[in-house]
């Protein structure tokens, strides 16, 4: 038996070892794989024609500064006013445990500068992270619960918004391979809604 023993340390090591680098690799294809279903350009066409409450909406996505991690430009827009986006963004995609991963939200300066760069994404490569600004406390937590879907949201109250009379802001995400869903909404101080949809989410399909 003790012969045997230093051969079955030796059995467990490298079993180990195995193991961690599979997990390694399994979490590396879950974070591309978020980040493939959220790149690309997106509408809420299809939504607006069931329900005239809901606006056509377009949404883009589009890597940058691909050697510095996973950011993703964002531009939002009604279709037909899309060289007059209402929101433009910079998403830096991570994983954060074994089971979540967030999206933390940047703003830029001067977003007039960038309007329609999601055409071009290599027009970022001018600027880097020093230049935008992280909205503390906007950044959405997501939780993989199926191959190509994710569910998160923000927290409850940590988003920080001004806008319409609103204390903060609060969305709710869903992630497919062919479609994000969007729930964005304000609150006053006394958790009164203020803005954003009221029926439910928006549903944005993927266009390319």
């Known amino acids: 038996m003790k012969r045997l023993f230093p051969f079955m340390v030796t059995l467990l090591i490298i079993s180990s070892c195995k193991n961690e680098t599979k997990t390694d690799v399994d979490s590396d294809n879950e974070l591309e794989e978020l980040f493939t279903a959220m790149k690309g350009s997106f509408n809420s066409e299809v939504q607006s024609q069931v329900d005239s409450s ?3 909406i377009s949404l883009h996505m589009y890597p940058i500064w691909e ?3 996973k950011f993703l430009y964002v531009e939002q827009a009604l279709n037909q006013m899309q060289n007059k986006p209402y929101r433009q963004r910079i998403y830096e995609v991570t994983r954060t445990s074994d089971s979540t991963f ?3 939200v940047y703003m830029l300066d001067a977003d007039s500068l960038w309007i329609g760069k999601w055409k071009t994404p290599k027009a970022f490569d001018s600027i880097s992270l020093k ?3 992280l909205k503390e406390g906007c950044e ?3 939780k993989r619960v199926a191959p190509k879907h994710y569910i998160g949201k ?4 940590t988003c920080v918004s001004t806008m319409r009379g609103a204390s903060y802001a609060r969305s709710e995400v869903e992630i497919l391979e062919d479609k994000v869903i969007s729930w964005d909404r304000g609150f006053d101080a006394n958790g009164e809604y203020v803005w954003g949809a009221e029926k439910g989410p928006y549903i944005f399909n993927k266009l390319d």
């Open 131 to 133: 230049d935008i600004i």
């Open 140 to 142: 959405v937590v997501l």
């Open 154 to 157: 923000t927290g409850d109250n």
């Open 67 to 69: 050697d510095k991690g």
């Open 102 to 104: 967030s999206s933390a």
């Open 54 to 56: 809901y606006y056509n």
